[in-house]
């Protein structure tokens, strides 16, 4: 059987893990708000129509940052069609997803939900088909005491208190030829500029996103983030990131070391932001938004028809896709000096962790990984060297068998996440920490699964989901277990630090 070992120290520290990270999406597309958070026809609905199985469900998952509401969709919507009384919105075509949106949900809806699932609201303004002055108008509505228009308009919308949005997304995938209102990186600059100065205007307080490369197989890929930073200085408190990884090939091994691809895009974008505040002889560093990613190339249903919540991009997720999952999470707690902000898009029905089909719901592959290292957030991330075989891919260079991360809670407790990339066979895992006496187990979790593409269905909602895992040795201060090929285990250790 191969071997690793993990070596920790508990002041080889990368920095404090930014619970925001742990964020999701919900955009207006397909399924994700009506008959996915909302459906009040739902057996499970509550009085507001929202779905508790859903929410139930999504409660597990801890989430905080929640992106809102696109996505592809923000660059044609306009937020004053999402308020007031239902009756009086207006049902538009949406042009992202060729599908109808009757704006039953809308800004407060979304912050009601949001209280309600202890969410950190995150909006996205229209820097598409949008100008400027609608976006500070949204600002205004959101954040500021009553006595002006729009602060007046959400009182008398039943919310007389400011909803004290913090995180706004300046415009969505404005690099790309799809979206709405797309420019190149000059004149996008210029739109977030004035939109951006406007918004701080009326709430110095809140925190920015600007457009960075949503993909990088885009031409424009780091010189459209150069021009941004550049032009947007001040304004960049952090700069998105975007990606969707996929299995193309069918070569479960190479897709399992995307995380050294994802490892450099992290890096290349922070070390440009470095040089833009080098330049510029700046004292602001611009912090990293991975503000969508997951696994996506399964379905690429996309056209709604002009339909009312369509089926788009109902992505069924397997043991290969959860493993990969895992290995973002990792990616990002490895750069937790950097990435600070980060959504899996999305939440329900659209490439999502949860699927529902009428009254029914279904948890998939992919939200188990999430689970098991979403409690297990709370501390600073450590170094992590791992010791042991590594493997050749074709599209990402040499990867270790074994992907790991470690978090070291403000107690005695240290999170290890490992995951063994080894299709076929078991791996031995030994945990060190050089300064500490591992002393205990807390609690452990393994997900693993009968092969590759095992997913969970309706018929079989249990065939990739995360058991409890005992089998382990302590031992002279240190931790020892075997994890199977294919698999992820999230384990709390109590130290004696
Ligand atoms: O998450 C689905 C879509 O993917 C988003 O709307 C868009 O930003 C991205 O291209």
Redesign the pocket.
């Known amino acids: 059987m191969k071997s690793s070992k993990i070596h920790l120290h508990s002041s080889l520290q990368v920095g404090p893990v930014d619970p925001r990270v742990f964020g999701g ?1 919900l ?1 207006h ?1 397909g399924r994700a708000v009506y008959q996915g958070v909302y459906d009040p026809d739902c057996a499970h609905a509550d009085e507001e129509g929202f779905r508790t199985d859903v929410l139930d469900a999504l409660k597990r998952l801890r989430m905080t940052a929640m992106r809102y509401p ?4 923000v660059s044609g919507y306009h937020w004053l069609d999402g308020v007031g009384p239902r009756e009086n919105r207006p049902t538009v075509i949406d042009l ?1 997803w060729n599908s109808i949106e009757p704006n039953h949900i809308g800004t407060d809806e979304f912050i009601l939900l949001a209280r309600r699932m202890d969410w950190t609201p995150m909006l996205s303004v229209n820097l598409g088909t949008g100008t400027p002055e609608e976006a500070r108008n949204w600002v205004e509505y959101c954040n500021t005491a009553t006595g002006t228009k729009y602060s007046d308009m959400r009182a008398e919308n039943g919310n007389q208190d400011p909803f004290d949005v913090k995180l706004w997304c300046l415009g ?2 404005m690099d ?1 030829p799809w979206q709405l209102g797309h420019v190149p990186a000059e004149q996008y600059a210029i739109r977030a500029q004035q939109a951006g100065h406007m918004m701080k205007l009326i709430d110095k307080s809140i925190e920015m996103v600007v457009c960075g490369t ?1 993909d990088i197989d885009l031409p424009t890929y780091i010189e459209w983030d150069r021009v941004v930073l550049e032009h947007l200085g001040n304004h960049a408190d952090y700069i998105s990131l ?1 990606r969707y990884v996929r299995n193309f090939e069918n070569d479960t091994p190479n897709f399992l070391a995307v995380t050294n691809s994802i490892d450099q895009q992290i890096e290349a974008i922070d070390g440009l932001c470095r040089a833009v505040q080098t330049k510029q002889r700046s004292l602001k560093r611009a912090y990293l938004c991975f503000d ?1 990613w997951n696994v996506w190339y399964k379905n690429y249903e996309m056209d709604g028809k002009r339909q009312f919540a369509p089926h788009l ?1 109902e992505e069924v997720y397997n043991l290969e896709d959860a493993l990969v999952v895992a290995g973002f999470l990792n990616s990002f707690l490895r750069h937790a000096d950097s990435v600070k902000i980060a959504n899996i ?2 939440i329900v029905n ?2 999502a962790p949860i699927l529902t089909r009428g009254d029914d719901h279904l948890l998939q592959s992919i939200f188990y990984p999430f689970e098991m290292y979403t409690k297990r957030r709370d501390g600073v991330s450590l170094k992590i060297g791992v010791d042991g075989p590594t493997y050749t891919t074709q599209t990402y260079g040499v990867a270790s068998y074994v992907d790991a991360s470690a978090v070291l809670s403000s107690g005695a407790d240290l999170h290890v996440f490992t995951t063994n990339r080894d299709t076929a066979e078991s791996m031995e895992i030994r945990v060190d920490m050089a300064d500490r006496t591992i002393a205990s187990l807390v609690a452990a979790e393994i997900l693993t699964g009968p092969d590759a593409k095992a997913a969970n269905s309706y018929e079989e909602p249990e065939r990739v989901k995360a058991r409890a895992f005992d089998e382990v040795t302590i031992r002279n201060g240190q931790a020892a277990y075997e994890l199977p090929p294919l698999s992820v285990a999230a384990m709390t250790f109590r130290t004696d630090g």
């Open positions: 999406f955009e597309m696109g996505g592809n969709f992202a969505n995938e790309g949503c975007h969508e991009v898009a999305q659209i490439i």
